[in-house]
């Protein structure tokens, strides 16, 4: 799931404000003891809308007593609708969220406390990266659902056509690819970019950026929120995009997703949710991408970031127990051949990695893309995007600084010294 320009603070903080008066969940849908769930998702349509309603109409044959109604609108509105509705005490009984936001909804007393035999579970059966994506500290806010990882695309004849002739697998790699594949016109403009650092969507250079700085050993924020990227780490990673910057192999008014498909970019930094929008795009081109890990500073070393939604259910919710039922079963229950999950196989069908690790050990044995491998191997290492209260504001400011080097020449070190500052754990 692209992460798009929706968020907004006043919204997250519209939430904050409204906790303490938020009303019930949904009440009993009728008489003779019939309860009836409300979930409310993004999962507007396409793929994505078709599979879960398949698995809630499944349930509902089969469960007369409490049956669950889905409740969709589009990921830029999901947040706003949780707050407006949460307000109003009608706040659906299960909600699907984005991981980011998940600090500010249990500080908000939206997400309710995943039953202790329950968690038990979960963390035993998913992914650290899936895992790591929706806890907030200690308190896992529910079942992990989407994961996307970070790796790095590329165009296969470009780098060729340039004299590269293996992905790179060092920082000096990677720059003297971005250097050797870029093109410009007489005037200077560029018309091939050599590598992007920048994705679609707001705050859009940090997740390419915190790829780097995983990649070099750095983290984020620390476990209370204290800014942890004004390092060593980060001033390199900073620096290396910052030298990219100022040799024009790397420019942010370039859009990757819309010109690495023309031929416009030669390689980027994006999550691997991308590579069902190139099939699409590309068609038979397609057979030109090429997908690698973010190579490190030094040979062997890597790095990514994985980001990811769950569900959970509102701390309001008048029929915890259900839709706890629900959730599980939502969740655990396999195909008719047994192999994986049903949502397991909702999620890889659409292209993205399944959370729970003995689906994706499944889905591995015989991926139907090898530019799938990359993406799911960083599942094992990627650093999870941090999510307690105040992370998105700390992305803001990281992405503020990042733009000042990037487009403005500003130095790295000061840059990110000032980011530093602007981060107020919570």
């Known amino acids: 799931m692209r992460i798009s320009k929706g968020l907004r603070l006043a919204v997250v903080a519209g939430l904050l404000a409204t906790g303490a008066a938020c009303g019930g969940g949904s009440d009993s849908g009728g008489g003779g003891g019939k309860v009836e769930l409300t979930l409310l998702s993004h999962y507007s349509d396409g793929p994505s809308k078709d599979g879960l309603d398949k698995m809630i109409a499944e349930w509902n044959k089969d469960n007369p007593k409490i049956q669950v109604k889905a409740q969709v609108v589009k990921f830029d509105d999901l947040l706003t609708t949780m ?38 579970k979960i963390k035993a059966e998913y992914s650290p990266a899936a895992l790591g994506a929706v806890t907030t500290g200690d308190t896992l806010l529910g079942y992990p659902t989407e994961l996307n990882t970070y790796v790095l695309f590329y165009n296969k004849k470009i780098l060729a056509a340039a004299g590269v002739t293996k992905p790179p697998a060092t920082w000096a790699e990677l720059a003297d690819a971005a250097k050797k594949t870029v093109k410009r016109d007489a005037k200077g403009n560029i018309q091939v970019e050599g590598l992007s650092l920048i994705q679609d969507g707001d705050n859009k250079s940090v997740h390419p950026f915190l790829s780097l700085l995983d990649s ?6 620390g476990p209370d929120g204290t800014a942890q990227f004004d390092n060593e780490q980060g001033k390199a990673a900073l620096k290396f995009e910052g ?14 997703t819309k010109q690495f498909r023309s031929g416009g970019v030669a390689m980027a930094i994006q999550a691997g949710w991308w590579i069902g929008s190139l099939k699409t795009q590309m068609k038979d081109k397609y057979s030109d991408v090429g997908v690698t890990a973010i190579p490190g500073p030094t040979a062997g070393s890597k790095g990514s970031l994985a980001y990811g939604f769950f569900m959970g259910v509102n701390q309001r919710s008048k029929h915890a127990d259900e839709a706890w039922k629900f959730l599980t079963w939502l969740n655990e229950h396999k195909t008719q051949d047994g192999k ?15 959370p729970r690790t003995a689906d994706q050990a499944e889905y591995k044995k015989s991926l139907p893309d090898p530019n799938l491998a990359p993406i799911y191997d960083a599942a094992t290492y990627a650093m999870p995007e941090p999510n307690q209260p105040g992370a998105y504001e700390a992305k803001t400011a990281l992405h503020n600084a990042i733009m000042t080097v990037l487009a403005d020449g500003k130095n790295p070190d000061d840059a990110l010294a000032q980011a530093a500052k602007a981060v107020k754990p919570q």
């Open 243 to 256: 030298d990219l910057a100022a040799a024009k192999a790397s420019n942010t008014s370039i859009s990757p």
């Open 83 to 120: 707050t407006v509705r949460q307000t109003g005490g009608r706040g659906a009984d299960i909600v699907s969220a984005y991981g980011l936001w998940g600090g500010q909804l249990m500080k908000a007393n939206v997400v309710a406390k995943v039953p202790d035999d329950i968690a038990t």
């Open 216 to 221: 070099a050993g750095g983290k984020f924020l």
């Open 340 to 354: 994986v999950t049903e949502t397991g196989k909702w999620l890889a069908d659409q292209g993205l990695i399944p």
